[in-house]
């Protein structure tokens, strides 16, 4: 019997897969936040979708992940564009977001990096790692933990009232 439970034992640790915990803010707007539960295997990719999913963004834009967490992440000593996926853009320096894992990038409690989404719009999220979970097997996953705040609008609707900067009355 005591053989037997070791084996089954194992075989359950194999079975448990662990999560990362995200939280998700607005650079500009830390009161807009969205916490995030994804499986260990997410790659860079899956993790970009459901933080756009998570405030009601299309994935209709090109997006990087940054070391350095600011208005200038270019500098980042570590980044990860989608960019180097392609193959007809310039090499920018940056590794794969369809080839690295979570894992692979957030390694300790606190670790942030800076998800910029449309270079166009430049719409800056911080990324931090809060906990590890364990998955379950009835939850669907990317998981919403937690939901704070109105989420801005992707494509705010442009006041077609003005002409040359000056209101028509």
Known sequence: HRQAWKVNDY??????????IFKTYLFR???VVREI???ENFNLYKLAEAIVKAYDFDLDHAFGF???VSEYPYRSKEKYE???DMDDIEPTGAKSVKKTKISEVWKNKGNKMLFLFDYGDCWYFVVE?????QKE???KYPYLVKKVGKAPEQYPEVDDDFDD????V
């Not at 194999?14 to 990362?20: D, E």
């Not at 900067?165 to 028509?168: A, D, I, L, N, S």
């Open 11 to 20: 075989q359950q640790g194999l079975k448990t897969m662990k999560t990362y």
């Open 29 to 31: 707007d830390k009161k």
């Open 37 to 39: 539960e994804v499986p």
């Open 66 to 68: 940054f070391s350095d």
């Open 82 to 84: 989608l960019f180097a």
């Open 129 to 133: 790692f809060m906990e590890f979970g």
């Open 137 to 139: 097997a009835k939850k």
């Open 165 to 168: 900067g000056v209101p028509v």
